[in-house]
């Protein structure tokens, strides 16, 4: 089992920054995959960024590719996603997930088997 917990969401005006973390509990970290994904009202969840569990390489929706970056530190078992230049269309709340030792489909949200609360961004115009 693991815990993830989301933090760091908040408003903020169009172009500004916001950095969300994810701490996890639980299970061996390292052994997991890292993902954002996001939920707008009235739309479904959808894929933001992940980062794999061994190399560490990273992937991102082309929304926001160039604008957000994933990192994860191991030893503190925390993830982050840095986001820069918001637009009010990534105004959503924003979910952390874990996915055990996954090795391909990083932006099905199916393939990830544990999840944060969430936290609410929203970004004014």
């Known amino acids: 089992q693991v815990q993830l917990v989301e933090s760091g969401g908040g408003l903020v005006q169009a172009g500004g920054s916001l950095r969300l973390s994810c701490a996890a509990s639980g299970r061996t970290f390292t052994d997991y995959a890292m993902g954002w994904f996001r939920q707008a009202p009235g739309k479904e969840r959808e894929f933001v960024a992940a980062?794999?569990?061994?190399?560490?390489?990273?992937y991102y929706a082309d929304s926001v590719k160039g604008r957000f970056t994933i990192s994860r530190e191991d030893a503190k078992s925390t993830v982050w996603l840095q986001m820069n230049s918001l637009k009010p269309e990534d105004t959503a709340v924003y979910y952390c997930?874990?996915?055990?030792?996954?090795?391909?489909?990083?932006?099905?949200?199916?393939?990830?088997?544990?999840w944060g609360q969430g936290t609410q961004v929203t970004v004014s115009s």
């Open positions: 980062v794999v569990w061994g190399r560490g390489r990273t």
């Open positions: 997930a874990a996915a055990l030792r996954l090795l391909s489909g990083w932006g099905d949200r199916n393939r990830y088997d544990y």
